[in-house]
């Protein structure tokens, strides 16, 4: 990178091995100099960018779409109407998803079942009257609520099952994490600052959410901003607040009314171990649950091949990273594999399928297995 920017090679040069790089940022963890790699990669994709303008098609989804609240509610809602139909199991058997990629056939095939949002729960303030510890608002995300609504409104309840107050701040919107990892920083900085003055409008001691690489994107919104004299302060302000789910829940404790059973594993989100250096808070919570053996999954700091759209665009190589990683899992045979981000959880749910574990191993999002632990349904 730095020859290229010198001049001393031409970007061509580096495009393949740069855009083959997963973007986990566990170089960052590792370097003893504290080289930001980060800033390094996301300087190249705003170059190429520049020189390579995105597909149509690429720019409407990060750009119109994934912002698009109403877009993505219809979208939810056609997914669901899909699935309850039964249609998903008309297209496989009639071999009509033959004409899509292997890529989005395989992603098709593991898609989890789409619920509807909590609306009743999302409305308003909420607490359960307890004493109450920190005020909190919930960031939802925009894959995050089209996938997995269950997850986030089962984030909602055990906080406040722990003593928080809880807000959904409805003028929220996508964190531009994808925008951003494609080089379209003009787009992320519009989404953060929209963001930004979304969550400015209530007192909150933090602001939550329960994705990884979101999370990863909104404790950065400072170093995007940074140059913007009008926002900069803001965006400091506002990237301390946001925390992961796990580290609010076992700052303050849950309480446990069942006991679970089975020997459980944690594959971490990349963005939420290297990006935002959160590492032991869910192991301590997998830990604290009653009746499980937790074990650790060797090479457990390794990518699972997810990396944002990695696995749609470089399929054949996210996949090669996803077998060594149901390599390791194996070693350990684990009954539930917990993760803390909708991208992995995906991907390992592909995992399970290759390996032929459907039925054998379970997927969750450490989310499920507290609330399940904890006594509180979706309902």
Same mark, same amino acid.
């Given at each position: 990178m730095q020859m290229a920017a010198e001049g001393k090679i031409t970007i061509d040069e580096i495009t393949e091995s740069m855009e083959l790089c997963l973007g986990c940022r566990a170089c960052e963890t590792a370097c003893p100099t504290n080289v930001q790699y980060g800033k390094i990669l996301e300087s190249f994709k705003e170059v190429k960018a520049d020189e390579t303008p995105a597909p149509f098609m690429e720019n409407m989804a990060l750009q119109? %779409? +994934?912002?698009?609240?109403? +877009?993505? %509610?219809?979208m939810r809602a056609s997914l669901r109407a899909y699935q309850q139909a039964g249609l998903n199991s008309f297209a496989r058997k009639s071999k009509v998803l033959s004409i899509l990629p292997e890529q989005l056939r395989a992603f098709e095939e593991i898609a989890p079942a789409v619920e509807m949002p909590n609306k009743q729960l999302r409305a308003g303030t909420h607490s359960l009257g307890r004493? +109450?510890?920190v005020r909190v608002a919930f960031f !939802?995300?925009?894959i995050m609520d089209v996938f997995f609504a269950k997850i986030n409104d089962l984030s909602i309840k055990l906080l406040k099952h722990a003593g928080c107050e809880v807000t959904v701040i409805k003028e929220q919107t996508c964190c531009g994490a994808l925008q951003n990892h494609s080089g379209d920083s003009g787009t992320s900085r519009k989404l953060a600052k929209e963001n930004i003055a979304a969550f400015e409008k209530g007192s909150f001691d933090f602001v939550v959410n329960a994705i990884g690489g979101c999370g990863a994107m909104l404790v950065e919104y400072d170093h995007l901003l $940074?140059? @913007?004299?009008?926002? $900069?302060?803001? %965006?400091? *302000?506002? $990237?301390?607040?946001?925390? @992961? *789910? /796990? *580290?609010? +829940?076992?700052?303050?404790?849950? /309480?446990? /009314?069942?006991?679970?059973s089975g020997a459980v !594993?944690? &594959?971490? /989100?990349?963005?939420?171990?290297? *990006? &935002?250096?959160? $590492? @032991?808070d869910p192991v301590q919570l997998l830990e604290s649950i009653p009746g499980i053996t937790y074990v650790p999954l060797p090479k457990g700091e390794m990518c699972c091949g997810s990396a944002g759209i990695y696995n749609i665009v470089h399929y054949e190589e996210s996949m090669e990273i996803l077998d060594s990683k149901m390599e390791q899992v194996q070693k350990i045979s684990p009954d539930i594999i917990v993760t803390s981000n909708p991208g992995c959880h995906l991907q390992m749910c592909l995992g399970v399928k290759r390996e032929g574990l459907e039925g054998k191993v379970r997927v969750v999002h450490i989310i499920e297995l507290l609330a399940e632990a904890c006594g509180i349904d979706h309902k």
């Open positions: 119109k %779409a +994934l912002p698009n609240k109403k +877009l993505l %509610a219809a004493k +109450l510890k !939802t995300g925009c $940074a140059d @913007d004299p009008e926002w $900069a302060e803001r %965006a400091r *302000v506002f $990237a301390e607040k946001n925390k @992961d *789910v /796990s *580290v609010i +829940l076992n700052k303050l404790g849950i /309480s446990f /009314s069942r006991e679970l !594993t944690y &594959q971490p /989100s990349c963005h939420l171990l290297n *990006v &935002q250096k959160v $590492a @032991d």
